[in-house]
């Protein structure tokens, strides 16, 4: 019972360290694009809108789901879980909503990857040059801590009841 | 058990245990012994060549991480590292070890933590994400300047169809039971 405890604290305090990134995460810029002297912080969601009014519909959407519905609803069906830990109600769909969290959660790493790919090729002097910024840092931390927070989350919890067990 | 038939948890609705069959982990094997020579490929091609007036600059997937940790974003190159080479590389390794053991009727040591292993870096193997991003980041330099793919986006392609194709066909049932007739 003390090792569920420690995962269940250790699941609700990463839940938490990432809700409050969550924001900052949004706000800040995740990186500035130089190019031919025209400097340009771009957010996460600057950065769909940009796509988006290239008139790349179909791939904004794509990269606005990865990296803002996602998280956020990660973090949400994450919160919702742990706040019904130890209740005998709906076990059989929070344990479907973890197995999904677990397996599509990993999806928002296409921004950091999208973000190392522009760093690299970004070097280009005054031409243009890509530099990452503190936005970037934040985003990184709450998958992270979303990740691990439903890798401790097990399963097994879910099942974890005060009351006895009703068949 | 009847063919074609699964075990599920009557409460949860998990499958505890699906019939298997003469099922073997021979493409399992194939797929990561593949995989591992893809990961050499794509680590070492460059994957897209970026051009802005006659200037040109190539990628590989660890010059985004050295240069993230050249701008002192450390925590997101370690991140950018481990998702998208080293834990691929864990993950078809250990699937390697453990279905060429399965398959050889060998003996060797730590099967059963590898499998673990292999079981927990299957969420870590992000190649196919690395994929789209590459797609995003082209869509996003064409409105730059000259984006032109080069012979490692073939590969980094190619290297997530086999990590998706070995998630598949290394089912956690069949192997659970085919190392318990092995040891």
Redesign the interface.
Known sequence: MSDSNRRLQMAQALVVTGLILYVPANVLPVMTMTVVGDVEPLTVLGGVQELYDSGLAPIAGVVFLASIVVPFCKLAALSWLLLMHGSARWQRQRGALRRIVHTVGSWSMVDIFLLSILVAVGQLGVLASVQAEPGGLFFAAVLVCTLFASESYNSLMIWQTKEPLAT | MPPKSALVCQ????VVRRQTGERSLQPSWALATTGLFLIVLANVNP????D??G?T?????I??????FG?G?W???A??FF??IAGPALHLASVWYVAAACCLSLRWPGLHRAAKLAEVME??N?VP??A??????V???D???TVAWQTGAFWVLALSLCSLLAVQSFDRGLVEKRLEELT
């Open positions: 409460r949860c609705g998990v994957i897209l060549t970026f802005v007036a200037n600059q190539s990628n590989l997937i010059s985004g991480v050295l240069d993230l701008q974003y925590p997101v190159a991140l950018v998702a998208g969420s870590w992000l994400v690395y789209v991003a590459t797609v995003v980041a869509v996003k330099l409105m730059l300047g």
